[in-house]
């Protein structure tokens, strides 16, 4: 066990529609990372977050959109999705930025039908 | 362009022997690589890293080397067992700001 928390650890949705994902960071991390992986392929960095501030965007669509909150939770939304975004989402944390270990959750994996 | 990729998609060893795979990377200016462990369905688990002031760490069972002079990484694995077989990610931190991953090497274990 890692110690990132990610729910719902599946999710079947309908094109046009929006979840919300979420993750839970270790205790004490304060940078949150998102990553998609879809289907044999290796991880897409999409949004990091570091205190509650936005500090790298990689390759997010503009459909979809992250925060950190003050407890350092943090969710991913996806909005008008379609059949391309099902994926797994995974949520990884670290102590500070990437110069420390990150561990990553166990994902959600999205199936947009 | 700038990349972090892996010289094998797929390794296949035998139960015992001692598995090396490879990753190379583009940007010199990278301080700090992590090697990850990803089986079918789960998430990426940490297995070992390394800063760029460093050609070598040790773990269990786990070796990385680091050659900053050709800009090369490896994962060196003592005595493959079953429970070794998955798909390992290289990833680079540049910048501060983000990890990027290679494509990942798919290990298989022979019995």
């Known amino acids: 066990d890692s110690g990132v928390t990610q729910t719902p650890k599946h999710l079947i949705t309908a094109t046009g529609q929006r979840v919300t994902l979420r993750c839970s960071p270790r205790?004490?991390?304060?940078?949150v990372y998102w990553y998609q992986q879809s289907l044999d392929q290796g991880l897409q960095f999409l949004i990091h977050?570091?205190?509650?501030?936005?500090?790298a965007k990689g390759n997010i669509l503009e459909r979809f959109s992250a925060q950190q909150f003050p407890d350092l939770h943090s969710e991913l939304n996806l909005s008008s999705l379609e059949l391309g975004d099902s994926a797994l989402y995974f949520c990884?944390?670290?102590?500070?930025?990437?110069?420390?270990?990150?561990?990553f959750g166990q994902g959600t994996r999205l199936t947009v039908v | 362009g700038e990349s972090v990729g892996l010289h094998l998609p797929t390794l296949s060893v035998q139960e015992g022997d001692n598995s090396i795979i490879n990753c190379a990377y583009s940007n010199s200016a990278s301080d700090y690589f992590i090697w990850y462990k990803q089986e079918s369905g789960k998430g990426p688990q940490f297995i070992i890293d390394?800063?760029?002031?460093?050609d070598k760490r040790q773990g269990q069972r786990v070796t990385v080397l680091l050659n900053k002079t050709v800009k090369h990484l490896s994962l060196q694995i003592a005595a493959t067992q079953p429970g070794d077989s998955a798909v390992y990610f290289c990833?680079?931190?540049?910048?501060?700001?983000?990890?990027?991953f290679g494509t990942g090497t798919s290990l298989t274990v022979i019995p």
């Open positions: 390394i800063r760029s002031n460093m």
């Open positions: 990833a680079e931190a540049r910048g501060g700001n983000q990890f990027y």
């Open positions: 205790s004490g991390d304060l940078s």
């Open positions: 990884a944390s670290s102590v500070w930025g990437p110069n420390t270990e990150a561990f």
């Open positions: 977050y570091y205190n509650g501030e936005e500090r």
